[in-house]
């Protein structure tokens, strides 16, 4: 059992605290950008002090909690996954099946597209 299996199994038997996940992520966006408009003098103060440094530590913040919102969305949103496969996002699987081919890898992404404009009809 895969650990996407197990995300997917516990957020559906427990939808509170897979909606808890998806509060969070929208609390940490907008509590983020909140910070990033309060204390703007103090951020710009700091970063002018060395910018390399700083600026680079801003970077990785920002990172950082970009990553954390979208973790937050996915266990949040796991329950609503179609089926039991292990994938865990159902992205396009060109790399993953095509081999090394950029022809089979343009074929897998035309088979993406054509079974995604299937599931819109």
Do not use: P
Request: charged letters at 15%; one cysteine or more.
């Amino acid at each position: 059992m895969s650990v996407c299996s197990r995300i997917k199994g516990f957020t559906r038997h427990h939808e509170h605290i897979a909606d808890l996940f998806s509060l969070l992520a929208v609390v940490l966006l907008f509590a983020s950008i909140w910070f990033a408009i309060d204390y703007q003098g103090v951020i710009f103060h700091w970063m002018k002090e060395n910018v390399i440094i700083n600026g680079s530590l801003m970077i990785l913040a920002i990172v950082v909690v970009v990553f954390m919102i979208f973790a937050l969305l996915n266990i949040g949103s796991a329950r609503f996954s179609e089926g039991d496969t292990d994938a865990c996002f159902g992205t396009f699987k060109g790399r993953r099946h095509g081999g090394t081919s950029i022809g089979s890898a343009l074929k897998n992404w035309v088979n993406h597209i054509e079974h995604v404009n299937k599931k819109h009809r």
